[in-house]
């Protein structure tokens, strides 16, 4: 139907349980949190199927899923292009989860279990990427075997080296906890050996948020955030500024808030030919509408 109203028209579905075959559910509808229950992520997340735990307060698939459809439409494009065929786009939530889970996916005669550390009361892989308690707050120390030598250059920890590996844990806690976060996390990236303070999205947010100025972020470092006090909802609006990809030739762009949903209605129909009354008299009728709802998003 959508090709004989323009042929040339690329269609991009979006479900959430299409996959590469058809199946019964093919074209049901869902959101993030179905997914997570039916395909692992919440066991994995709770530590074991009898407690599960939502990964929740970011977009865990339902991102990913929006970034595999601008790829899918990109792929149609590309081929509308090359070829002049109209090809059709899909993805699902279903299909990302599996390409989140793709570490997973294989099997083997004896395989030995998967024993990724998971659960809340998780704190990491081994004894060099694993949380630590400072003498003030906790940290993150993230490094690998390959790390192991530089930690000579780090006050306080240059015989960890040269400890077996069931020793490192504990004489990594211990010296931790004599010296403040700050203080070993400028004594690790001193060492060039990844590592990262712990804080709340609230503290976070607080110490690199900026009146928005039209910029995207990317040359802001790990974190970037863009407040918006005139924002068409009438609040003061605080976003997470879009510098998840940082191109090294391409340009990301900052967009201005949306308007909300309605609000050119007239001036649309105006610049199509229709007069006041007429779309007064569309209005009455209900065929058209200068707000979705009595606010900017419906709560």
């Not at 081994?126 to 530089?150: G, K, Q, S, V």
């Not at 100025?213 to 955030?225: E, H, L, M, N, V």
């Not at 609040?235 to 500024?241: I, N, S, Y």
């Amino acid at each position: 139907s959508l090709a004989r109203i323009n042929p040339e028209a690329i269609f991009c579905q979006l479900d959430c349980f299409g996959g590469a075959r058809r199946g019964p559910r093919s074209d049901y509808l869902g959101y993030d949190d179905l997914v997570q229950a039916t395909t692992g992520i919440m066991p994995r997340f709770g530590g074991s199927i009898e407690t599960p735990e939502e990964h929740a307060h970011v977009g865990t698939i339902d991102v990913m899923c929006g970034f595999g459809a601008a790829t899918a439409v990109a792929a149609a494009l590309y081929q509308k292009h090359r070829t002049g065929r109209i090809g059709r786009a899909r993805t699902s939530l279903c299909a990302l989860s599996g390409l989140a889970q793709m570490p997973f996916c294989y099997d083997y005669p004896n395989r030995p279990a998967f024993d990724e550390p998971s659960g809340p009361r998780a704190m990491g892989t081994d004894a060099l990427h694993h949380l630590y308690r400072a003498r003030d707050r906790w940290l993150m120390l993230a490094a690998t075997e390959a790390d192991l030598p530089r930690f000579a250059r780090v006050p306080g920890l240059e015989g960890l080296a040269a400890s077996s590996e069931h020793e490192r844990g504990c004489l990594l806690a211990s010296a931790i906890g004599t010296a403040t976060a700050e203080d070993w996390v400028s004594r690790f990236r001193a060492a060039d050996i990844g590592a990262a303070v712990c804080d709340s999205i609230e503290t976070i947010r607080a110490a690199n948020c900026r009146r928005e100025d039209g910029t995207p972020g990317i040359d802001r470092g790990s974190y970037a955030f863009s407040a918006y006090p005139d924002h068409p909802s009438g609040h003061r609006v605080t976003q997470l500024d879009p510098y998840a990809v940082r191109p090294s030739i391409g340009r990301v762009c900052a967009l201005a808030p949306a308007e909300k949903y309605g609000a050119s209605t007239r001036s649309v129909l105006a610049a199509a030919g229709y007069s006041e009354s007429e779309i007064d008299r569309l209005r009455e009728k209900g065929a058209i509408s200068e707000s979705w709802s009595g606010e900017y998003l419906p709560s």
